[in-house]
Nanobody, 128 residues
Framework: QVQLVESGGGLVQPGGSLRLSCAAS????????IGWFRQAPGKEREGISC????????YYADSVKGRFTISGDNAKNTVYLQMNSLKPEDTAVYYC?????????????????????WGQGTQVTVSS
């Protein structure tokens, strides 16, 4: 059974940091792309960072470039999103998603509909 479980969300002050984890089961990361998406109230789901950890290829949306870092640990079957210099506009529910490694990370992030599996999401709130 394929499952993605996010963790690490919470409340943080502007300028702070969080690290999100996406633990995968039922498949191995070497055959899949993993993406991090977020959705704020009243807004569309946005792809912010995607990775093909087996080939070391990554993509970042302009809104998070230079502040967020995606990484994968194939031994733990887990993908991480390190989020630094957080802003109030980063407040959203963050989801990880997976699709077979037949598209590029940029392609996955630009089209959430390409994802095959989704986690349940974790809330990130940036507020003083």
């Amino acid at each position: 059974q394929v499952q993605l479980v996010e963790s690490g969300g919470g409340l943080v002050q502007p300028g702070g940091s969080l690290r999100l984890s996406c633990a995968a089961s039922g498949f191995t990361l070497d055959r899949y792309l993993i993406g991090w998406f977020r959705q704020a109230p009243g807004k569309e789901r946005e792809g912010i960072s995607c990775i093909s950890s087996s080939v070391g290829s990554t993509y970042y949306a302009d809104s998070v470039k230079g502040r967020f870092t995606i990484s994968g640990d194939n031994a733990k079957n887990t993908v991480y999103l390190q989020m630094n210099s957080l802003k109030p506009e980063d407040t959203a529910v963050y989801y990880c998603a997976a699709v077979l490694r037949i598209v590029t990370p940029a392609s996955l992030c630009s089209a959430p509909g390409r994802a095959r599996y989704w986690g349940q999401g974790t809330q990130v709130t940036v507020s003083s």
